[in-house]
C-alpha cells in the first residue's frame, strides 16, 4: 500500500524520535547504519549532522523534499547530483545523506527509484565512498522490487568505485545484516549482491562465507528469496571457481528443480543455460541432464515452456550424445524423484514430447529451438524423429506455433541434406499461403535463406512464382514485404529479364492502398534504379512512374506518389539523377502549384529539398528556386509555407 505522506508544514519540527513515530518509521537510534558511520559519530564528527541536517542544506531543496507534492519530491531528487556539487562532498557525506535517509525512505517507489539513480550518480564525487554502504541497507530492505534493484545496482556502482582492499570492508557486513534480516526484501537484496560480491573480492576465508551465505539463502523457507536466489544461479555460477561449480551451483540447481513453487522452478530454468555453460560435458550428463529431463515433464506448462525455450542451448554442451544412450551418475543419483531420470542422456523423447505439447506456447517455444537441437543429431535421427512433427507443426491450429515453424525451418538444410529440398521446402510454400499473416511475414523473412541455399536458379523455379503471387496480397504488410524483397533479385535476373518480369509489380505497388505500402515501393524501386544506373531508370522506370501524374485519371494520391518517387531517387545518390530529374519533373511542380492542393504541396516541396542536395547548383537556383517562391505565394496555407521555408533553407 503506497505510503500516503503527511503535511509537515501542518507539523512542528519535533525531536528526531517524536517524528518517527508520527510518520511510522523506526526511531533513528535502531536504523542500521555501517560501522564507519558509527564510529564517526563518536569520533564527534557528525555532531552537526545529528541534530538537524537540513539546517546546513539549501532551504529551497529542504522544501522540494518535504513537499506534499510528488512531483516537487521527484524533481528534488533529480536536483541531488548538482547540490552535491555546489556543497561539496563532505557536506553531502555527513549531512545530504542522513538527510535523504531520514526524510525519503517512505515515499513513492518512482521517487525513490529516482534517489537510488541520484546517488549513484554523486558516489564519484565523494572522498569517501565507504560512509554511502550505511544508508543502502535501508533502501535495499524496502519492499518494492523495482526500489531494490536500483538500489542493488547504486550500491554495485559505490563498490566499483572503491580500492580492491576496501570493498570487502564495506560489500561484507552489508551482505551479511541483509542476509539475517527479518524479512524477505533484506534476503532477497542480499541475494542479488552476492555474485558480485564474490566476483570482487578475492580472499578465500571471505569467500567462504559468502558460499555458506548463499547456500543459507537458497533453503530459506520464503519463496521470493528462493526465487530471487534462483535468479542470480547463472551470475553465481559464472563468478565461482571451476571446481567449485559442482559443489556450490548444481545443489541449489538440483534443490530448486524439485521444489513445489512453480516461480521458483521457472527461474531456475531462464538461468539454467549460464550455468551449463560453466560446466564439463562430464557434470552436465551427471547432474543436469535428469533436470532437463524432469523440467520437460513438469505438470506446470509455464515451467514446460522456460524449458522448451532453451532445450536447444541446454543440450549444446553435450554434443552428439544427445541421441546415445549412456548411464548417467551424479549428484541427481541421491535423490529419490530423479533416480528414474539418470539412465540415459537421450533427449530426443523429452523434445518430441515438447514438439507434441498440449500447450500452444510450449510448442512455439520448442520449435524455436528445432534448428539448435537438430544440429546436435546426425542426419538420419533428424529426419525420422523430428522431421514428421515439424509437418504437423506447419498445419497447427495456433498461428504462433506456425509462425515459430516458418522461423525455424529454413535453418535445417545442413541438418537434413537432400531431404531438406524434398521435405522441408513443401512445407515453406505451404506457409507462404497461410491465411494468418503473421505466419506469411515470418516465411518472407527466411527468403534470402532460401535463395542461398537452393541456389537462384532452382529459388526462382521453385518458389519465386509463389513470392509474386503474395504482391496481390490482401495484408499490405505481406504486399510490402515481398516489394522490398525483389530488389535483391536484380543481379540475379539482369536488367531484361528484371524489367520484363519484377518491375511491372514494383510499378503497380506504388498504387498500393496505404500510404506506408505507396512509400516502401518507392524507396525499394529506388533500389533498383541505384543497381542499373540512371540511364535505365529515365529509359524504363521514369515514364511508367510518370504517367501516375499524367494519365486522364489520376488522382491526389497518384501525384504525391510521383514525388515520393522522385524524393526516394534523390536519397538513392543515382549519379547525376539529381540534373536530370529536375529537367524532367520540372512540369510536375509547376503543375502542383497550380493545382493548390496542400497535401500535393507537401510532397513536392519534399522533393525539391531532397533534389537540392544532390543536384548542380545553377540548375537549382534557376529551375527550383523559383518554383518554391512561387508556391510560397500563392499558398494560404501556413503549413505549406513552413514546408517550403524548409526546402527554400537547402536551395
Known sequence: MPFKRKNRREQERAPEAQVDAADGRSPASLRPVSVKLVAARGSGILSGADTDNASKLPKEFVERIRSVIPHERLKGMKEIPSLVSEIGPQVATLTLLPFLTKECLEDEPQILVNLAESLREIVPMLEEKELIFGHFEQLLSLEEECVRDAAVHTAEAAADALPINKVAASLQPLIDNLSVSDTFPGKCS?????????GRITHADIRAGLRKTFAKLCADDSEEVK??????????????E?????????PHVVSFALDVSVRVRAAVVRNLRQVIDTMSRADVRDSIVPIIRKFAADFNASVRCEIASVFGEACRPLGHEVNKTITSQGIVAQTRELAEARESINLIHEFRVLLTDPEPNVRAAAANQIPTFCALLESANSIETILPIIKSLAHDTSPEVRRAI?????????CFGRSFDEGVVPLFLELLRDHDSTVVLEALARLPHYSRVLGMEAFCERVLPHVIRLADAPR????????????????????????DVILPLMVAALQDATCE??????????????LFGTQWMMNRVYPLVDKLFTQANST????????????????AEIPDVGDKLIVTALPRFEKAVELDIPNLLFYAADSIKHLAQHADDAAVKSKLKPVLSSMKESSKDKDVRAFVERALEVC
Open 190 to 198: 542480499a541475494a542479488s549482491l552476492l555474485p558480485f560480491a564474490y
Open 227 to 240: 526465487v530471487s536466489c534462483a535468479r542470480q544461479l547463472g551470475a553465481w555460477a559464472s563468478v565461482l
Open 242 to 250: 571451476p571446481d567449485r561449480v559442482r559443489e556450490a551451483a548444481v
Open 406 to 414: 516458418a522461423g525455424s525451418v529454413g535453418s535445417l538444410s545442413h
Open 476 to 499: 499490405w504488410r505481406v504486399r510490402s514485404t515481398v516489394i522490398q524483397y525483389l530488389p535483391s533479385l536484380g543481379r540475379a535476373f539482369g536488367q531484361d529479364d528484371f524489367t
Open 517 to 530: 505500402g505507396r512509400r516502401r515501393a518507392a524507396n525499394a524501386l529506388a533500389r533498383v534504379c541505384a
Open 556 to 571: 491526389v494520391t497518384d501525384k504525391m506518389t510521383f514525388f515520393l518517387f522522385v524524393s526516394a531517387c534523390s536519397a
